[in-house]
């Protein structure tokens, strides 16, 4: 078959108005790196003949299906974009009408590459053939004449394959489905066998072997080999003149893809086998390097495997390393040339043999002659940067370690940077926390080689030895950067860098989070007297629990029950109420006790003690959700323990919603974290009154019932958030109004609840019995209440008169609105959209309740 004479006018014509897209991968897949395809899977990533998985994974050993091969096939003939433009049904009925593949499918149908079986059928699913795969691509290099001249399927295409070298290093029986390594190779071999053309017709058929390849004559890609001797702003003999994506191998001078970028600067100084893709306009690209295996003896030694390094005058440099540092006898050694140059994380410098062991990174030793003595010597030595905040407005990554920051600003023509994750290029914004970056600057500062580490190890340290750290039966050394202290024991997320070393550590708290209240304790009776103390819990539970016999207190461990009862009492007669930390054994027996060390002095933070790092009056602020100058999160427990009360039923467990804005609390706050996050906070002094941000609650129905505890409390139910709902209150007593009258069906309130969703405290807003009575309140600075008539009504707003008052217009955007008819005794309340809202007149005396929270009117209540 000739691929001049298959090409239709149609297709041919799309090609003309079509560039051909090549997606690649920027690197050989780590799968791929030890397999004898890689130099063809590598090339054909590259070529965007045939990728990886969404996972950078190649899976070399797979089977490949014949619809995946179809398009194989189809873009190594520089299709690709046809295709595209082909998805529609294929003639074969075992293709589903919106299969991938189908426009793949539809040009290797309208090329004759493929022809399906005999039964019509195409098998897109099913896994291609040695002898399959080898007939398509006899095919798309012309050769078809020639195998039906020798049998045909299979026999034809097999013969005529392996003597135009498509089985080279690929050889298998026909029947055996066939691996996309093994593809890879027979499709990259394929691309340059001289191709087959018919240059007769008619009763004069002829075919020649022309001087054409796919490679270059169909996908316009040039081969060619050479040394890299410089790349951008680096080169191997000084200063270069070459933009940032420019290289030069040899005489010539090429821009680099962007995927292909990273990967070329590590091979400055190479002999490399590279590829040059022509782009439209004339323009081309080299799209892959990779280093030439017969022309670059290269050697690779991390910094801490170099053992010394020895200079004479006038003599070659001889460097002493280790193979297997922990295991290997010997050192070995190698020779640099007395005028060897170096290139010192990326740029040339004078020579500087101090400069070949860094403190960390890695050296590469490069004989480009092959006499074994080294004529390069590629220095990176390495810091690390691990990531705490990403700003991108001033374009800086800052370090958790107060390592100073790193500026990697784009339009700094002056500096040029890369930064790399799994090989491939990435953003400063992809950067995330926690990142380990492994920078590598120039001496200069203009050229920062930045690599991403992705590794981390979750575990529990369990052996020490000098620097080094045993998790999960593994031995990690710890890196330059990581100065604090890694302790037996200490568990968290430990982050690793490029080189394997321990960069940072994420460690969860060796602490106690398992609050609990003391309130008494005592000793047992008895022979053998154990302690029994009465706890308030972080979960709101009041139990009497036991100790074992012996008992760790504050880490010293075979305390007796005695000696924990006197450390409580403090010195005094009785046990002192305080907040303490436990842990319990599979019989519900204390074991571990821990009292609060008392950093309220000072304001320290012990990030590895229990402590009360504040005391005293604070004020919320609940913009910034602080307490004073500490953060309140959801996590962080609040304990509600009024000064002076010993009896744990009256506590209560509370959500941060405790807190009003710009309210004062008397406080003891425990475990502060670095970021200023408190764990837990006791509150000893608060206002019982709602939030001011709480939703209104109009009431409509009181009763009395029991609660858990067979305790006489009040059940309200009312409408609050647009529905009807119900609470219990706390405690008897609490749904009164100012005089001690209990509240009634139409009087608005604002509700504070606990954790249980028990009301502990209400604000009175409108009584219904007063409905006669305008008035407007401004409660705290956030919230006020208007009660008054509507004396004009807009599609989106109302005005509001209070009593003889200026006239206000209030906004109706997605406003919560209500119905209260207080004629009636049932069902007086409903949820009304704001059209209800009437203008005030004498028929229709209906005034309206308005709830405006930081100047937002939230709820609206129509007093009829």
């Not at 609840?753 to 309140?777: C, P, S």
Request: hydrophobic share 40%.
């Amino acid at each position: 078959m000739s691929i001049s004479k298959k090409l239709t006018a149609g297709i041919l014509s799309a090609m003309m108005t079509l560039s051909m897209a090549v997606t690649s991968f920027a690197a050989l897949p780590s799968d791929a790196t030890d397999t004898p395809y890689a130099e063809a899977i590598e090339t054909l990533g590259a070529l965007g003949i045939m990728v990886g998985d969404d996972d950078g994974k190649f899976r070399p050993e797979a089977t490949i299906r014949r619809s995946e091969f179809a398009k194989v096939a189809v873009t190594a003939m520089g299709l690709a974009d046809v295709a595209a433009s082909s998805n529609y049904q294929t003639k074969f009925p075992d293709v589903a009408a919106n299969h991938w593949a189908n426009g793949y499918i539809n040009v290797a149908t309208q090329q004759g590459v493929i022809i399906g079986d005999d039964e019509g059928n195409f098998r897109p699913d099913d896994s291609i053939t040695y002898a399959e795969a080898m007939a398509m691509l006899v095919r798309i290099t012309g050769y078809e004449p020639a195998a039906l001249s020798r049998g045909g399927f299979p026999t034809g295409y097999m013969v005529v394959g392996a003597q135009n070298g498509i089985s080279k290093n690929a050889a298998a029986s026909s029947n055996q489905d066939v691996s996309r390594g093994m593809v890879a190779q027979m499709s990259f071999n394929a691309l340059t066998v001289n191709l087959m053309e018919q240059v007769g017709f008619g009763n004069e058929a002829k075919f020649e072997v022309v001087d054409k390849t796919l490679l270059e004559d169909v996908l316009d890609v040039t081969k060619g080999m050479g040394q890299i001797s410089a790349v951008g702003i680096s080169s191997i003999s000084g200063n270069s003149t070459l933009k940032d994506n420019e290289v030069r191998i040899g005489d010539e001078v090429f821009t680099v893809a962007e995927s292909a970028l990273p990967e070329v600067r590590n091979l400055l100084g190479f002999t490399v086998t590279y590829y040059v893709a022509e782009r439209a306009k004339g323009n081309s690209e080299l799209i892959l390097a990779r280093s030439n295996e017969n022309y670059n003896n290269a050697t690779t030694i991390v910094t801490g495997n170099i053992e010394d390094v020895k200079a004479e005058p006038s003599k070659n440099i001889i460097v002493r390393y280790w193979l297997d540092k922990e295991n290997d006898k010997n050192t070995k050694s190698l020779s640099v040339s007395e005028s060897a140059k170096m290139i010192y994380n990326g740029k040339a410098i004078d020579f500087d043999v101090d400069k070949i062991k860094p403190e960390s990174g890695r050296v590469t030793f490069l004989d480009i002659d092959s006499d074994d003595v080294y004529d390069l010597v590629f220095v990176t030595s390495l810091s690390n940067i691990v990531v705490e905040n990403v700003l991108t407005g001033s374009h800086k990554v800052t370090d958790k370690y107060g390592n100073p920051s790193l500026v990697l600003d784009p339009e700094d023509k002056d500096v040029k940077f890369t930064i790399l994750r799994s090989g491939q290029v990435i953003s400063l914004a992809d950067l995330k926390e926690w990142d380990v970056l492994s920078v590598a600057k120039s001496l200069d500062g203009s050229i920062i080689s930045i690599e991403v580490a992705t590794e981390k190890v979750s575990g529990k340290v369990t052996e020490i030895e000098d620097d080094k750290r045993t998790i999960n039966g593994v031995q990690y050394e710890i890196a330059k950067n990581y100065v604090e202290e890694i302790k037996l024991g200490d568990e968290g997320d430990f982050y690793l860098d490029i080189e394997g070393k321990i960069a940072a550590v994420n460690a969860q708290s060796t602490l106690s989070s398992n609050y609990a209240y003391v309130t008494s304790a005592a000793l047992s009776t008895g022979f053998n007297p154990v302690l029994e103390m009465m706890l308030f819990t972080k979960d709101g539970e009041v139990s009497v629990v036991k100790s074992t016999n012996k008992i760790k207190l504050n880490g010293v461990s075979g305390k007796t029950p005695a000696e924990v009862l006197d450390h409580l009492k403090n010195g005094g007669d009785s046990v002192s109420a305080q907040l303490i930390t436990f842990e319990k054994n599979a019989d519900g027996a204390i074991t571990q006790l821990n009292t609060a060390k008392d950093l309220s002095a000072s304001g320290e933070i012990d990030k590895n003690a229990f402590a009360l790092n504040a005391a005293g009056e604070m004020t919320y602020n609940a913009t910034s959700k602080k307490l004073g100058a500490y953060r309140i999160t959801d996590n962080t427990i609040i304990l509600n323990i009024p000064a002076g009360e010993l009896e744990p039923t009256e506590y209560s467990v509370e959500k941060a919603s405790f807190f009003d804005d710009n309210q004062p609390y008397t406080v003891q706050v425990y475990d502060v974290r670095e970021d200023f996050s408190a764990q837990l906070v006791i509150v000893t002094s608060a206002t019982a009154s709602a939030s001011a941000e709480a939703p209104l609650a109009i009431i409509d129905q009181i009763a009395e019932v029991q609660n858990e505890d067979n305790e006489i409390v009040q059940r309200l139910y009312a409408y609050q958030n647009g529905q009807r709902v119900s609470f219990e209150t706390e405690s008897d007593g609490l749904l009164v109004n100012e005089d001690g009258e209990m509240l009634k069906r139409g009087d608005v309130v604002q509700l504070k609840l606990n954790t249980k969703n028990e009301i502990t405290g209400v604000r009175v807003l409108f009584l219904a019995a007063e409905k006669g009575t305008e008035f407007t309140a401004t409660i705290g600075t956030d919230l006020d209440i208007i009660y008054g008539r509507v004396t004009k009504k807009f599609p989106g707003s109302i005005n509001v008169q209070v009593a003889d008052g200026a006239i206000s217009n209030y906004s109706l955007d997605n406003v919560t609105v209500y119905e209260l008819n207080t004629t009636k005794n049932s069902n007086a309340i409903k949820v009304v959209d704001a059209n209800e809202i009437t203008q005030y007149d004498d028929l229709d005396e209906s005034r309206v309740l308005i709830k405006m929270y930081k100047d937002v009117v939230e709820e609206i209540v129509i007093v009829k």
